[in-house]
């Protein structure tokens, strides 16, 4: 019931197409009051305007992608690495026959990257399908075909087909791999989702170190750059309002402990707190 109703209310709460209905609506009321459709209107396009030109997306970004640093080698044990779904193309790949990824692909190629990096590390993808109708593949089937592009063998990658959202993903990985105390696992996703996802794993029970990838903004240098073109700018502020709410949501209904889950000082890997 969580799953699908957050996809169906997302369908109208997307700022972008939130702002062009209320322009519509605005514009088909004016032919009854006037005043106050033409006012509907007018807040719809200056705020596609605003959200398109202005920083604001980047503004609402740069805290998420900050929240986690990069990653440091520190010469330690790494006994696994869960990568998260979401940047797959499923329905496209299953038309075209060949792997297909949004730009969150940092992922896959981190994935491929980090199992050549530690050869006795276990590797675990988990994410079934984040749409509400399924399709002919599922994002684990996805990736398994694009193992051989990222130079894997099949059997290097464990897969975990059922996780619609990042709390499914925690949960169900957790029950997968059965993590042992003291085990160190790194968890891959993109940066401005990895505060989430943190939130997720924590919630759990499942101690893992953050390896954040996908940043798509310079850090704080970003913090009042426009955009150039409207497309962008409405894309990135779909994106990081998309992001804030789901972490809303996820606090409110007790799917993570804080609102905004950040490092621990004394749990470096990530790892629970105590409560």
């Known amino acids: 019931m969580f799953f699908s109703l957050s996809k169906l209310v997302w369908l109208i709460a997307a700022p972008s197409t939130f702002l062009i209905l209320l322009a519509a609506a605005g514009l088909l009321l004016g032919l009854r009051w006037r005043r106050f459709g033409m006012g509907l209107a007018a807040l719809g396009v200056v705020g596609l305007l605003l959200a398109g030109f202005g920083p604001f997306g980047r503004m609402l970004l740069i805290p998420l992608e900050q929240r986690f640093p990069a990653y440091v080698e520190d010469g330690g044990r790494v006994d696994g690495i869960i990568v998260l779904g979401g940047t797959e193309l499923a329905r496209i790949t299953a038309?075209?026959?060949?792997?297909?990824?949004?730009?969150?692909?940092?992922?896959?190629?981190?994935?491929?990257?980090?199992?050549?990096?530690?050869?006795?590390?276990?590797?675990?993808?988990?994410?079934?399908?984040?749409?509400?109708?399924?399709?002919?593949?599922?994002?684990?089937?996805?990736?398994?075909?694009?193992?051989?592009?990222?130079?894997?063998?099949?059997?290097?990658?464990?897969?975990?087909?059922l996780a619609r959202n990042t709390a499914e993903n925690a949960q169900l990985a957790k029950e997968l791999v059965r993590p042992?105390?003291?085990?160190?696992?790194?968890?891959?996703?993109?940066?401005?989702?990895?505060?989430?996802?943190?939130?997720?794993?924590?919630?759990?029970?499942?101690?893992?170190?953050?390896?954040?990838?996908?940043?798509?903004?310079?850090?704080?240098?970003?913090?009042?750059?426009?955009?150039?073109?409207?497309?962008?700018?409405?894309?990135?502020f779909d994106l990081a309002v998309h992001e804030w709410i789901g972490l809303a949501v996820y606090y409110l209904t007790g799917r993570i402990d804080t609102p905004l889950p950040g490092p621990q000082a004394d749990h470096p890997s990530g790892g629970n707190p105590s409560r």
């Open 95 to 161: 038309v075209r026959g060949q792997p297909s990824f949004h730009e969150a692909a940092e992922r896959i190629l981190a994935m491929g990257e980090l199992a050549r990096r530690y050869p006795q590390a276990r590797v675990v993808f988990t994410g079934g399908g984040g749409n509400l109708r399924s399709g002919p593949l599922q994002e684990a089937d996805v990736v398994r075909m694009a193992l051989p592009q990222i130079g894997l063998p099949d059997g290097r990658v464990t897969f975990e087909r």
């Open 180 to 236: 042992r105390p003291g085990e160190k696992w790194l968890l891959v996703t993109s940066a401005f989702h990895m505060p989430r996802a943190m939130g997720c794993f924590r919630a759990a029970g499942f101690p893992v170190t953050p390896y954040p990838v996908d940043f798509r903004t310079a850090g704080d240098r970003d913090f009042f750059r426009p955009f150039r073109s409207a497309a962008s700018g409405l894309v990135f």
